[in-house]
C-alpha cells in the first residue's frame, strides 16, 4: 500500500465523522441545503458529444465573487458544496475557493474529467483542504462521443492513487450512447484495484431523463454490482432508484431540487439542477428560507424519469428523516416476501438506539444513554 492511499484511510475517520455530522443535522432539520454544486467556469477543455454542461468561450467567475456566494451557501446552512462545470481546475484560484468553503467548517468536493491533474496538482488539492473527487470515465479507448477514457487518464489514476490525500471515486456509465457497454466493467475493475470508491450510472438525455437500457448493458450493469462492493448508502440507492431506472420504469419520489440540492450557475443563479436549468432561476443572494420551503413541496414533473442520482441521495436523508422504519425497508428489501428487512449490522445498531422501539417496551437507560453521548458527539444535542 502507498502512502498517500495509507493517509486516505487514517483521514478517513475525521472525514467520516464530518459527514456523520452532516447527515445528522440534515435529519435534525430540513430547513437548509445538504448538497449545492457551483459552477465557477462554464468552459471545458474537452468537448463530450452528449454533455450539455459547458462551452469553449467562458471565463471564470471571478473570485471575489465565487467567495461572496460560497458565503452565502454557508449562511443558507448548506452542508456540502461542491464544484462542478464545465472543467472547475481551469478557474486560477480553485484551491482558494476550497479553502473557503473548509473554513466555514463545510465539506469540499470536486467534480473533473482529470485531465489536468498532475502530481503537482494533487498535491496543491490535498494543502488546500479538499475531501472529495469525482471522475467520470466513459469509455476504455477515446472516441468521437467521449475523450474521458480509460487509455488517456490511467496515468491521472495512478497519480491520484499515489499522491492524493481525499477520496476518489471513479464513475462509469452504461445506456445507449455507450459503444460498448463492456468498457464500464474495465474501468471499474481498474478503479478497485487502485482502492477507489466506484459508481456506475445510467446515461440520460438533455432533460436528465433515463433512456432505454437494453439487455445486454443491464447484465453488464448487474455484473459491476456484484463485483464493487457498494457501501450500504450506495446499495440502499442502487435498490430505491437505479433497479427501477435501468427497468425502464418510473420511480416514486419528491424530488426537493431548488430546497435540500442547489445548483448555482456562473451568473449565480439557483436552478433545479444541470438539467434542469431556468427555474427558479433567482439570484443566490436574494434566495432565501421561503424558497427554499416552496421548493420542498414542489412536485417536478421529470422526477419519475430522473437519473441525476445527487438529488437522489439527499431525498433518501429526508426518506428517514420522515419515516425512518419504512425509509430502511424500501432500502433493505428482505430476501423474501413476508420476511425482515435485511438491515446491514451497523444499520440495526444505530435502529436500536435511535429508533423508538417497535413494541410497547421501553427503551432502555443504557441505550437512552449512549444514544445521547452520540448526539452530543456530532453536535446535534
Not at 491521472?156 to 492513487?161: A, D, I, T, V
Not at 478497485?192 to 432505454?212: A, C, N, Y
Not at 417497535?358 to 448526539?375: C, F, I, L, N, W
Request: hydrophobic letters at 40%.
Amino acid at each position: 500500500m502507498g502512502l498517500a492511499r495509507a493517509f486516505r484511510k487514517v483521514r478517513s475517520l475525521p472525514r467520516s465523522f464530518r459527514y456523520a455530522r452532516m447527515v445528522a443535522r440534515a435529519l435534525k432539520s430540513r430547513r437548509h441545503p445538504i448538497l449545492a454544486h457551483i459552477i465557477p467556469i462554464r468552459r471545458c477543455n474537452l468537448a463530450c458529444a452528449y454533455c450539455n454542461e459547458y462551452d469553449k468561450v467562458s471565463s471564470p467567475v471571478p473570485t471575489s465573487e465565487m467567495v461572496r456566494r460560497i458565503d452565502l451557501l454557508d449562511a443558507l446552512g448548506t452542508e456540502i458544496i461542491t464544484f462542478s462545470g464545465g472543467e472547475p481546475l481551469l478557474h486560477p484560484d480553485l484551491d482558494d475557493l476550497i479553502r473557503r468553503i473548509r473554513s466555514h467548517g463545510r465539506i469540499a468536493t470536486l467534480i473533473t474529467n482529470g485531465y489536468l491533474l498532475t502530481p503537482d496538482r494533487i498535491r496543491r488539492l490535498n494543502r488546500a483542504g479538499l475531501e472529495h473527487l469525482q471522475i467520470s470515465i466513459d469509455n476504455v479507448r477515446p472516441d468521437d462521443v467521449s475523450k474521458k477514457s480509460l487509455k488517456v487518464l490511467n496515468k491521472k489514476l495512478e497519480w491520484l492513487e499515489e499522491f492524493a490525500q481525499f477520496a476518489i471515486s471513479i464513475n462509469s456509465v452504461v445506456g445507449a450512447g455507450v459503444k460498448d457497454s463492456r468498457d464500464a466493467l474495465i474501468i471499474t475493475r481498474r478503479a478497485l484495484e487502485l482502492g477507489f470508491d466506484t459508481t456506475v450510472g445510467v446515461i440520460h438525455d438533455h432533460g436528465g431523463q433515463v433512456l432505454p437500457l437494453p439487455e445486454a448493458d443491464r447484465a453488464v450493469y448487474e455484473q459491476i454490482q456484484k463485483e464493487r462492493k457498494p457501501s450500504f448508502w450506495a446499495f440502499s440507492y442502487d435498490n430505491l432508484f437505479q433497479k427501477n431506472l435501468i427497468a425502464g420504469k418510473p420511480n416514486d419520489w419528491q424530488c426537493r431540487a431548488g430546497s435540500r440540492y442547489l445548483y448555482i450557475c456562473e451568473d449565480g443563479l439557483v436552478h433545479y439542477c444541470s438539467q434542469r436549468r431556468g427555474y427558479p432561476a433567482i439570484p443566490l443572494e436574494k434566495y432565501t428560507l421561503e424558497d427554499l420551503e416552496r421548493e420542498y413541496w414542489t412536485k417536478k414533473p421529470c422526477a419519475p424519469y430522473c437519473t441525476v442520482s445527487c438529488v437522489h441521495r439527499v431525498e433518501m436523508i429526508d426518506m428517514v428523516r420522515v419515516d425512518p422504519r419504512t425509509a430502511l425497508k424500501k432500502f433493505f428489501p428482505p430476501a423474501a416476501q413476508g420476511e425482515a428487512p435485511n438491515l446491514p449490522v451497523g444499520i440495526k445498531i444505530l435502529s436500536s438506539l435511535f429508533l423508538p422501539p417497535e413494541t410497547d417496551r421501553p427503551q432502555s437507560g443504557v441505550t437512552k444513554a449512549v444514544a445521547g453521548a452520540v448526539m452530543r458527539v456530532l453536535g446535534i444535542k
